[in-house]
T-cell receptor
């Protein structure tokens, strides 16, 4: 079955540092890939997505590229802010009604 | 905002009592989901619905039932709550346009079973 593996957290960075959160996946078809973000006390929000190989999703300075050859969708940001502190979830979907989430990576950014 | 509300937002109940959580959407989306979120487990799908009166089980459906009599409402019922069902419950709807299942989440319901 489908699965998503993302790096264990928590990840602690200083403000303005470069961020990478790794995500790899296993799927039988050609899934769409997503990153969701969850701020404390809130539900998940879509951060970005990519629907086919080599697509790059981007939003709020975050980027991720759909790499079919390495089955990866790593999240990156060039300069993190304290306000980026949250839990980040990688996810895939290969058909309506079927979404598989990773276990989440907590990011803490310190001033 | 995706127009999803959950009620109640917080509930404390006792073991053995029935509990119903409500999810309401204003987006007229076909798919709706119930997840639970627990430390170390991420999000786990309980049940989902693909239309009025059309539902299916997720990976952790034991002890839960759902109903969807209207497009906008999706109810999750714990028939006899247990302490293991203490969790944060999230409802989601999905926009399946373009073939991708993009999900939009409600604010969550924190349930404590004593």
């Amino acid at each position: 079955g489908d699965s998503v593996t993302q790096m264990e957290g928590p990840v602690t960075l200083s403000e303005e540092a470069f961020l990478t959160i790794n995500c790899t996946y296993t799927a039988t078809g050609y899934p769409s890939l997503f990153w969701y973000v969850q701020y404390p006390g809130e539900g998940l929000q879509l951060l970005l997505k990519a629907t086919k190989a080599d697509d790059k999703g981007s939003n709020k300075g975050f980027e991720a590229t759909y790499r079919k050859e390495t089955t990866s969708f790593h999240l990156e940001k060039g300069s993190v802010q304290v306000s980026d502190s949250a839990v980040y979830f990688c996810a895939l979907s290969d058909r309506p009604g079927k979404v598989t989430f990773g276990t989440g990576t907590k990011l803490q950014v310190i001033p | 905002d995706a127009g999803i509300t959950q009620s109640p937002r917080h509930k404390v109940t006792e073991t053995g009592t029935p509990v119903t959580l409500r999810c309401h959407q204003t987006e007229n989306h076909r798919y709706m989901y119930w997840y639970r979120q627990d430390p170390g487990h991420g999000l786990r799908l309980i049940h989902y619905s693909y239309g009025v009166k059309d539902t299916d089980k997720g990976e952790v459906s034991d002890g839960y039932s759902v109903s969807r009599s209207k497009t906008e409402d999706f109810l999750l019922t714990l028939e006899s709550a247990t302490s293991s069902q203490t969790s944060v419950y999230f409802c989601a709807i999905s926009d399946t346009s373009g073939g991708a299942d993009t999900q939009y989440f409600g604010p969550g319901t924190r349930l404590t079973v004593l």
